[in-house]
């Protein structure tokens, strides 16, 4: 499957997007202690190390907790759900929760990575950003 970066990050180079839509958000592993990081770093906050490769994660994980947001910049319209996600490599994200109701989100439910766009930047071009949707959603 190529790769084709369908408008850019508005982080760039967190995200890896392919040609149908799906994508891996990107991080750092660092190859001396193992620990895995979000977004890319340059330096491993365990070791200390320089020795960091950049890896895929995983698209699913569980969701740790979240919050509704009442009250935030004209930027966003609220309400909404953010809440951290854990994934299998020990990394906990942040991002917005979408396609499930607030009375239905629960800490512990599986979770899915789904790339939207996002906007444009100030020269026109279509922004990918990342959101979590409930996994059992993504079967409807």
Known sequence: MTTTVIGESFRPGELEVRSDGTGNLLGSKCRSCGAHFFPIR????????????????????????????????????VPYALGYVDFPEGVRIMGQIVGVEFDEIAIGMPMTLVLEPFGKDEDGNALTGYRFRPAEADND
């Open 42 to 77: 340059q330096a491993c906050a365990g070791c200390l190390g320089q020795d960091l490769e950049t890896v895929k994660f995983s698209t699913e994980g569980t969701l740790y907790t979240y919050t509704i947001v009442r009250q935030s910049t004209p930027a966003f319209e």
